[in-house]
């Protein structure tokens, strides 16, 4: 098996309490309180300010050009499309960057990423892309399964741009792209590394467990 089939078998059954969290199912059905999702949205984008950190030290961890452009890569997409606080449902909400910069990351948001910084600097460019790997993967599967679900999720008057989102195929070959890196990134490494990876993604995806409990719950 490859590494990143390794990685999604040990998450098989975790990543299906995802799909039946009542977040997750708020958006999919269209009925998710607001403002649980004004605050999600909120800590969404404190994480992806350290989501793009994890990018950064993995891109110091390599000399390879293929990787280089490929951290650099995202570490633009996140930064100049991502962050932008006049799109998307943060201008829905009307979030302001004064808002941003005063509201401090929810304690289960910054034990999250701070493990994920942890792991990018303790290891090499492979470890960094596994830390965000559980991330970027499990958002894709949910948002399928949602449409599995609920055919026309994507197209909800407020949660469809979302589902549409992590659904897409574009968002697919992005994922398809970090996979194929981390499985090059790994071709040599003995048993005891991939296992490591194994802890990593694994760790990664019970924070991600409790990043949706904690936008239910909104709990700072």
């Known amino acids: 098996m490859k590494t990143t089939e390794r990685l999604l078998a040990a998450t098989t059954a975790l990543w299906q ?4 969290h009542p977040f997750v199912l708020g958006i ?11 605050f999600y949205t909120i800590q969404d984008y404190l994480y992806l300010l350290d989501y ?6 993995g891109l110091t961890k390599t000399d390879d050009p293929d990787v280089m452009h ?4 995202y570490i633009s997409q996140i930064m100049d499309c991502e962050m932008n606080v006049h799109e998307g449902y943060m201008g829905e909400f009307g979030i302001t960057k004064e808002e941003l910069r005063r509201t401090p990351p929810a ?3 910054r034990s999250y990423t701070a493990y994920m910084l942890a792991a990018a600097h303790a290891g090499g460019p492979a470890e960094a892309l596994t830390a965000i790997l559980a991330c970027a993967v499990s958002y894709e599967h949910i948002a399928r399964e949602m449409l599995r679900r609920r055919p026309d999720a994507d197209k909800d008057a407020f949660y469809g ?3 549409e989102s992590y659904a897409s195929d574009h968002y697919a070959q992005e994922n398809v792209v970090l996979c194929d890196m981390v499985d090059r990134l790994t071709a040599g490494y003995s048993e005891a590394q991939i296992q490591k990876l194994i802890e990593i993604f694994y760790t990664c995806a019970r924070y991600e467990k409790g990043f949706w409990d904690m936008s239910w719950k ?3």
């Open 28 to 38: 999919q059905n269209g009925d998710l309180d607001r403002e649980k999702f004004r």
């Open 52 to 57: 793009a950190k994890v990018f950064a030290i």
């Open 70 to 73: 490929v951290f650099s890569q």
């Open 161 to 163: 741009p979302w589902v």
């Open 107 to 109: 304690l289960a948001n």
């Open 218 to 220: 909104m709990e700072a």
């Open 17 to 20: 309490s995802y799909y039946d």
